[in-house]
């Protein structure tokens, strides 16, 4: 079982649409990651954040330590927000000597349709 | 802003030999540098953490000897893939702490390197 689960894994929305990712993790972190993907595979980090929500242009982030969730919202979608997003957090005690290292979700295929 | 770098974007080379890539941080010194290798369809998955001036920390299940990894300097990391197999076919993605303007588990992504091997 992944760590790190997210959905849903693929997301086809029309333009404007309000978007909204789950990412969930089984083991306390001590942050968490949005990233996004585009087709040639270079990585952007949107978030990272430990606690509470945060806000860049039309995208919002938002962590629930208790709860052990993440959520990503994109407003008022547009076709050039068509990637995959991907969560990724620094888990406590995770196996291997990269304590520091990410452990990723699937990742989420977003796709907005003009 | 932190601008990481990777060299090849695309590299495709035949069974047996050792390919070479390097990770740059332009704007920033990184002590720490990741490695991370992304099959088609499937997670990110991290290979191993490369400290500068000390030997790098593998995951469970990478190959120290096949994936070397040398971090000689602040601003350069190399992982060099020894006597490449079909399977190690992959996308290989770095990332970077900043040093000097350290937030906590921030990293800066390369853009990647896709690796084919014949």
């Known amino acids: 079982k992944n760590e790190v689960e997210q959905s849903p894994q693929n997301l086809t929305a029309q333009e404007g649409e309000f978007i909204t990712i789950n990412c969930s993790y089984s083991?306390?972190?001590?942050?968490l990651h949005w990233l996004q993907q585009h087709p040639g595979g270079g990585i952007v980090s949107l978030f990272m954040?430990?606690?509470g929500k945060k806000k860049h242009g039309r995208l919002i982030a938002t962590i629930n330590i208790q709860e052990k969730h993440s959520s990503l919202h994109i407003t008022a979608s547009h076709p050039r927000d068509s990637a995959v997003y991907i969560c990724?957090?620094?888990?406590?005690?995770?196996?291997?000597?990269?304590?520091?290292?990410?452990?990723f979700g699937k990742g989420t295929h977003l796709i907005i349709q003009p | 802003g932190a601008v990481v770098s990777q060299h090849p974007s695309r590299v495709i080379c035949k069974s047996g030999t050792s390919v070479k890539i390097e990770c740059r941080s332009l704007?920033?010194?990184?002590?720490?540098m990741f490695w991370y290798r992304q099959f088609p369809k499937k997670s990110l998955m991290l290979m191993a953490t490369?400290?500068?001036?000390?030997?790098?920390?593998?995951e469970q299940g990478v190959e120290k000897d096949k994936f070397l990894i040398n971090h000689a300097s602040l601003t350069l990391s190399t992982l060099t893939v020894t006597s490449a197999h079909p399977e190690d076919s992959s996308f290989y993605i770095c990332?970077?702490?900043?040093?000097?303007?350290?937030?906590?588990?921030?990293?800066?992504f390369g853009p990647g390197t896709r690796l084919t091997v014949l």
């Open positions: 990332s970077a702490r900043d040093a000097g303007h350290y937030v906590y588990n921030e990293q800066f």
């Open positions: 083991v306390g972190i001590s942050a």
């Open positions: 490369s400290n500068e001036g000390s030997k790098a920390t593998y």
């Open positions: 954040l430990s606690s």
């Open positions: 704007d920033f010194q990184a002590t720490t």
């Open positions: 990724a957090g620094i888990l406590w005690g995770q196996s291997g000597g990269g304590a520091d290292g990410l452990t």
